[in-house]
């Protein structure tokens, strides 16, 4: 089989040869036999063990191939993949530069909408508050009880401020955090490491003392590295 990129002048020509279609066939029928293999004697063991290592060197001849097959198209696709990832590279800089200038523009509007609301909340609480100690001063019930009223009816102006809009582009809201004190955080946000109880286990075996954790061992016969 033969890929060419139809230009002028190919960027990168491939040849993968067919390969042999019948192995897909002899794979499965060796899986077959595996699948009626019982083992009740010594004997039938090593025939289990003979059996395991013939299917070892058949799947050793079979990855060659297919590694070797394989080979000119990962040497092409890196050959594809290093003309573009520059370009790509800096289309996606450009893009994060714009992002977090316009993320910025977008958080200064959104503090001036606040800090104007926070002034309109002061405002009507400092009208609030002259409203009522006119009402304390006051002799009048009747003056009185309409300053009290006024002061209750002082509303609280809600500040809008139509948020930074462009066609195509949506704002989405992404929450961070940071580790402020460990020894404040709940049990149930603790992860166990796979990697460091692996460590432990494949170094200790047996020996192994992890309070809450289990340890076992569990034996398969290994062909070669396998």
């Given amino acids: 089989m033969t890929i060419r990129k139809k230009t002028s002048k190919n960027l990168v020509e491939v040849t993968v040869p067919m390969p042999d279609l019948s192995l897909t066939k002899t794979a499965e029928t060796m899986l077959e036999s595996a699948k009626k ?8 063991y090593e ?12 799947e050793t001849e079979i990855d060659d191939m297919r590694t070797t097959l394989k080979k000119p198209i990962n040497q ?19 893009k994060e530069v714009i992002k977090k200038e316009m993320g910025s523009y977008y958080q200064r509007q959104e503090q001036l909408r606040l800090g104007a609301q926070r002034k309109a909340n002061d405002d009507a609480a400092a ?3 002259r409203l009522l100690e006119a009402a304390s001063k006051s002799r009048k019930k009747s003056v009185k009880e309409s300053f009290e009223a006024a002061a209750q009816n002082v509303a609280v102006v809600e500040i809008e401020v139509a948020a ?3 066609s195509g582009i949506s704002m989405r809201e992404y929450w961070k955090w940071e580790v402020e ?7 149930e946000y603790w992860v166990i490491s796979d990697d460091s109880v692996d460590a432990v286990v494949n ?24």
């Fill in 37 to 44: 293999i019982k083992i009740t004697s010594q004997a039938q």
């Fill in 47 to 58: 025939d289990a063990a003979a059996t395991l290592l013939k299917l070892a060197v058949r």
């Fill in 76 to 94: 092409a696709a890196t050959t594809v993949q290093n003309l573009f990832r520059p370009s790509l590279k800096f289309l996606e800089e450009a």
């Fill in 127 to 129: 009208e609030r508050q």
């Fill in 164 to 166: 930074p809009v462009a």
């Fill in 181 to 187: 004190d460990e020894s404040l955080i709940p049990n």
């Fill in 203 to 226: 170094t200790q075996k047996g020996k192994t003392k992890i309070p809450g954790i289990r340890v076992w061992s569990e034996k398969k016969p290994a062909v070669g590295s396998r």
